[in-house]
């Protein structure tokens, strides 16, 4: 076991999302959580019950808490902030975790990677779906030309969010729900009134780390805002992104339709093709050595490695944040998904909102490096499968005859 000494002294900034960050980091054999912080009581009070008997301090202000000196800081607070708060840790001396979407505007996307230069202090956004098992073999398949030439990729995010305003006590009422109560001192939730779309990292972030490449341009429509739960947003929006390599990924986001929340993806290839609909729990595969005649096979890989602790959220994704995030600092090496991928998973997003406010027009989408894009390392971190799952037919009478 590590020596405290060796390990990584990590505080928590918002306890709400944080506390799946809070358990995680004190999972993490490397990692010591010595401080955490949240303005609200209720969620302080739920830290304490997770922290047990640790020396964990648990303060009310963020400052309170950069005081302590931390050596890393794992932020979970409002969207809005998010950028000003890691901003203020680089500014203290800690190396960043953050959590999506990291920053709301290209100015603040800037400003992170200009302090992450002047700092010399590593910024890491904790995209968890990145992380995403069966991504894993996706990545592999992929490099061994299983489905020849990726030109086409498709994702969805389907989370429906209808509690968008918030009281002072932090408890969440739907629009409808505060109208029967008669309340008026409510405040929308960051993502109320956030464009959807920009609210897309946990579909193009694995999308992009699969195929090794990042986007160019974006053109992004808008449907309508007839969600009368949730009135401060168009009720879902589709993005076109062209790639450097010259593939297009479609993504569509909503958060207003009534419906089980699901992650969709979907990759097509010049020889095949594969997909995998979160709600099912396994991927559909129809490589270049497939007869069409034969149809789907179904590979029975999941959200989470075997042996995963699935109780770390996310189907296991979580957790592994604060473990490669940890992992990296420590041996010194550059995180999974460092300041500049940041760019390429976040920046899309905001990019593809304002082609929306412009009724569709294609936009460009700028490369914020000091040198050209030549590839993620982000496999470096993760690794590859070994071996190969057995697949076996998932729709046997499917034929060209539909």
């Known amino acids: 076991m590590s020596s405290t000494q060796n390990k990584l002294k990590v505080g928590v900034l918002g306890l709400r999302r944080g506390i799946t960050h809070l358990r995680n980091f004190l999972n993490v054999e490397d990692a010591e959580v010595i401080a955490c912080a949240d303005r609200l009581e209720a969620p302080r009070e739920r830290a304490k019950e997770v922290i047990g008997d640790r020396p964990v301090k648990i303060v009310k202000e963020y400052e309170e808490m950069l005081e302590l000196k931390p050596d890393a800081v794992a932020i979970a607070s409002n969207g809005r902030l998010q950028a000003e708060h890691s901003v203020m840790a680089m500014e203290a001396g800690c190396h960043v975790l953050s ?134 947003r168009s009720d879902g929006q589709i993005a076109l992104f062209q790639t450097a390599k010259g593939s297009l990924i479609r993504i569509l986001v909503t958060l207003n339709t009534r419906r089980p929340g699901a992650h969709n993806y979907r990759l097509f290839g010049t020889l095949g093709s594969v997909e995998w609909y979160s709600h099912e729990g396994f991927c559909r595969r129809f490589d270049r050595n497939r007869e069409e005649r034969e149809g789907w096979e179904c590979v029975d890989i999941g959200s989470a490695a075997r042996g995963d602790d699935k109780t770390s959220g996310h189907g296991g994704t979580d957790i592994k944040t604060a473990y490669y995030f940890t992992k990296a600092i420590l041996e010194g090496k550059t995180v999974p998904i460092d300041v500049y991928r940041m760019c390429d998973i976040t920046l899309p997003g905001i990019i593809a909102a304002r082609s929306a406010e412009l009724g569709g027009q294609p936009v460009d989408v700028p490369d914020i490096r000091r040198k050209p894009f030549d590839g993620t390392d982000f496999w470096e971190h993760v690794g590859l499968p070994e071996e190969e799952p057995e697949g076996y037919t998932y729709r046997s009478n499917m034929g060209t005859n539909f």
Not at 118 to 146: H, I
Not at 153 to 175: C, F, K, N, W
């Open 99 to 232: 959590e999506v979407p990291g920053a709301y505007t290209q100015e603040e996307i800037v400003h992170i990677v200009s302090v992450a230069e002047q700092t010399g202090k590593q910024y890491m956004l904790a995209e968890n779906s990145c992380f995403l098992d069966f991504l894993r073999y996706w990545r592999k398949w992929v490099m061994e030309d299983r489905f020849g030439s990726i030109s086409i990729a498709d994702g969805e995010y389907l989370h429906y969010l209808p509690a968008s305003l918030h009281a002072p006590d932090g408890v969440r009422y739907t629009p409808t729900r505060a109208r029967e109560k008669g309340l008026k001192d409510l405040k929308p939730i960051w993502r109320a009134d956030q464009p959807p779309i920009q609210y897309l990292t946990h579909d193009l972030g694995p999308l992009l780390n699969v195929m090794d490449d990042r986007v160019v341009s974006v053109t992004c429509k808008e449907g309508p805002w007839w969600q009368v739960n949730a009135p401060l």
